[in-house]
Antibody, heavy 119, light 111 residues
Framework: QEQLVESGGGVVQPGRSLRLSCAAS????????MHWVRQAPGKGLEGVAV????????YYADSVKGRFTTSRDNSKNTLYLQMNSLRAEDTALYYC????????????WGQGTLVTVSS | QSALTQPASVSGSPGQSITISCTGT?????????VSWYQHHPGKAPKLMIY???NRPSGVSNRFSGSKSGNTASLTISGLQAEDEADYFC???????????FGGGTKLTVL
């Protein structure tokens, strides 16, 4: 059974860093591209970052470009999001999702981890 | 402001049908048959309900159906049940580098 579990969220001061993890199980992690998606309080979903199945390509939303970096360790079935220079507007529930090339959509999501940027 | 436009809320009584719209552009919804719909109960992982505009993954009730006309996609839920009460959001493949964009979400209330 496919499962994604995010961790690493918390309360952090503006300008500081945080690293999120997404542990995958129940499927061949190394065969899938992965997404990070966030939802700020009262807002819709925003795609944050995408990483190819082998890590060869990465894309970022303009709002996080230069501050956030996504990576993956296929030997550990784990996806990462390194978030630097955090701002108040980065406060959100962060989800990881598995991208299905067949469906052209994210077909499995985690439950999310909450990041709060506040002084 | 989300990339795809959805109504903030819809409501219906048990047994009725409701439709949620999702409006984009010719670069996303209108240009590809890769629109998906998700059901999201707060605190839980979103669940894929519809993919490729109108297809249901295995295990999803046939009360859920999808369609598209031009730049607007729609999700219809027939025979509303109390457990259908949730947030619903759409997504679409896009020609931009992010590959997937999302709607703002619609809160469905079952009266």
């Amino acid at each position: 059974q496919e499962q994604l579990v995010e961790s690493g969220g918390g309360v952090v001061q503006p300008g500081r860093s945080l690293r999120l993890s997404c542990a995958a199980s129940g499927f061949t992690f190394s065969s899938y591209g992965m997404h990070w998606v966030r939802q700020a309080p009262g807002k819709g979903l925003e795609g944050v970052a995408v990483i190819w199945y082998d890590g060869s390509k990465k894309y970022y939303a303009d709002s996080v470009k230069g501050r956030f970096t996504t990576s993956r360790d296929n030997s550990k079935n784990t996806l990462y999001l390194q978030m630097n220079s955090l701002r108040a507007e980065d406060t959100a529930l962060y989800y990881c999702g598995r991208y299905s090339g067949t469906y052209r959509a994210i077909d499995y999501w985690g439950q999310g981890t909450l990041v709060t940027v506040s002084s | 402001q989300s990339a795809l436009t959805q109504p903030a809320s819809v409501s219906g009584s048990p047994g009725q049908s409701i439709t949620i719209s999702c409006t984009g552009t010719s670069s996303d919804v209108g240009g590809y048959n890769y629109v998906s719909w998700y059901q999201h109960h707060p605190g839980k992982a979103p669940k894929l309900m519809i993919y490729e505009v109108s297809n249901r993954p295995s295990g999803v009730s046939n009360r859920f159906s999808g369609s598209k006309s031009g730049n607007t996609a729609s999700l219809t839920i027939s025979g509303l049940q109390a457990e259908d009460e949730a947030d619903y959001f759409c997504s679409s493949y896009t020609s931009s580098t992010s590959e997937v964009i999302f709607g703002g979400g619609t809160k469905l209330t079952v009266l």
